[in-house]
């Protein structure tokens, strides 16, 4: 059964970059078809798509957030990650944010269970 | 591409039939999804392809249309169905996935 488990700081200061890890077991990152990515949802609010990779390095970002985001895999050692970068946070950047599969970058069929970053000084 | 779900919030009684509606602004073929969120949970897919039932969901939940209109239905509800539900779509040029602003459901 697939898992996804994010991980990373809770809290994140102004300007600075909020780097997250989803770990994936019980499948390979490398399955030809699916795409690896993020998705957040602000406290109380909608859900924004943010971004997804396949393992051979196609890469789709949302226009809004392109110039901020690095979303990038690691399959080192058998131990498949997934990892976000976003550059020069602000509170606007609060959120819950998901790990996801992504099916031929369509829908989202496994998701993480999701953690809160809270970007304040 | 915008997709516009209504109501914004749908009451019922166990039993009884719910419709959910998702617009989009332009044509998305079928690539329209459907989730399930509850409190505190990561969504669940339910639907993809417009259509098409995704793995271990009841059959009594089924999507219809392409285009730009399309219907989520939860042929006889369940206590369980109360949860917020998301439509999703994918657009080409450049390729962006979004999601509707969601509908509550209240049994």
């Known amino acids: 059964q697939l898992q996804l488990q994010e991980s990373g700081p809770g809290l994140v200061k102004p300007s600075e970059t909020l780097s997250l890890t989803c770990a994936v077991s019980?499948?390979?990152?490398?399955?030809?078809?699916?795409?690896w990515g993020w998705i957040r949802q602000p406290p109380g609010k909608g859900l924004e798509w943010i971004g997804s990779?396949?393992?051979?390095?196609?890469?789709?970002?949302n226009p809004s957030l392109k110039s901020r985001v690095t979303i990038s895999l690691d399959t080192s050692k058998n131990q498949f990650s997934v990892r976000l970068n976003l550059r020069s946070v602000t509170a606007a950047d609060t959120a819950v944010y998901y790990c996801?599969?992504?099916?031929?970058?369509?829908?989202?069929?496994?998701w993480g269970q999701g953690t809160l970053v809270t970007v304040s000084s | 591409i915008v997709l516009t779900q209504s109501p914004a919030t749908l009451s019922l009684s166990p039993g009884e039939r719910a419709t959910l509606s998702c617009r989009a602004s332009?044509?998305?073929?079928?690539?329209l999804a459907w989730y399930q969120q509850k409190p505190g949970q990561a969504p669940r897919l339910l639907i993809h392809d417009a259509s098409n039932r995704a793995t271990g969901i009841p059959a009594r939940f089924s999507g219809s249309g392409s285009g730009t209109d399309f219907t989520l239905t939860i042929s006889s509800l369940a206590p369980e169905d109360s949860a917020v539900y998301y439509c999703q779509q994918r657009s080409n040029w450049p390729v962006t996935l979004t999601f509707g602003g969601g509908t509550k459901v209240v049994i």
């Open positions: 019980g499948d390979s990152i490398s399955k030809t078809g699916y795409y």
């Open positions: 332009q044509s998305v073929s079928n690539f």
């Open positions: 990779r396949y393992y051979s390095g196609s890469t789709y970002y």
């Open positions: 996801a599969r992504t099916a031929g970058v369509v829908f989202f069929d496994y």
